[in-house]
C-alpha cells in the first residue's frame, strides 16, 4: 500500500489508486464535513467506506451489505433517530464481532467510557486530524489478520 501523506493531503481523492485492503468501513457522522475528510483518509488507506449520514440509513447500509463490515465509527450524537451507542448495540446483535469506534465533539460521555472498556470498542475526540483517525482504525483492526480479511471479502465479491 502506498504512504499516504496526511500533512499535504488530507483530502486525497478516495482511494484512487489504492487496493482494497479487505477491511470495510461503516462511517456514521451527520457533519458532512467529518465524513467526507474521515471518509477520504481511510479510503486512500485501501478501506472500503460506507458512508451514512444518521442511523437509519446505516442501518440499511449494513442490511444490504452481504460481506462483513469490520468496524463502525459513528458519532456519539446523532439526532433524530438514536445515538451512537444505540445503533452500536442494534447492528451488534446482527454483527457480534463489529468493532466500533465512537466519535463526538463533546467528549467522552459515561455510557461510551464504559463501552469502551471493551476489547472492541474505542473512543476518538473531535477535532482529530486524519493522521488520528487513520492510527485509532489501525489500532482497533490491528488484532486481525489481513490476509485472511481480504480473502474473505473476495470470496463475499465472487458470490
Given at each position: ?41 481511510l ?27 469490520h ?16 445503533l ?23 455510557g ?5 472498556g ?39 465479491e465472487?458470490?
Amino acid at each position: 500500500m502506498r504512504p499516504y501523506n496526511y500533512d499535504q493531503n488530507p483530502g486525497d481523492p478516495k482511494g484512487a489508486g489504492v487496493p482494497f485492503n479487505g477491511y470495510t468501513i461503516l462511517l456514521v457522522d451527520d457533519d458532512k464535513q467529518v465524513s467526507s475528510i474521515a471518509e477520504a483518509s481511510l479510503s486512500a488507506q485501501g478501506y472500503r467506506i460506507l458512508s451514512a449520514h444518521d442511523s437509519d440509513q446505516a442501518l440499511r447500509l449494513s442490511d444490504e451489505m452481504p460481506g462483513p463490515i469490520h468496524l463502525l465509527i459513528t458519532d456519539q450524537v446523532m439526532p433524530p433517530f438514536m445515538s451512537g451507542q444505540e445503533l452500536a448495540t442494534c447492528l451488534r446483535l446482527l454483527r457480534p464481532e463489529l468493532k466500533v469506534l465512537y466519535i463526538s465533539g463533546y467528549g467522552a460521555t459515561d455510557g461510551v467510557v464504559d463501552e469502551v472498556g471493551d476489547a472492541f470498542a474505542d473512543f476518538l475526540a473531535k477535532p482529530f486530524s486524519p493522521r488520528d483517525l487513520v492510527d485509532k482504525v489501525a489500532a482497533l483492526v490491528a488484532d486481525e489478520d489481513p490476509e485472511e480479511v481480504q480473502a474473505e471479502a473476495e470470496a463475499e465479491e465472487g458470490e
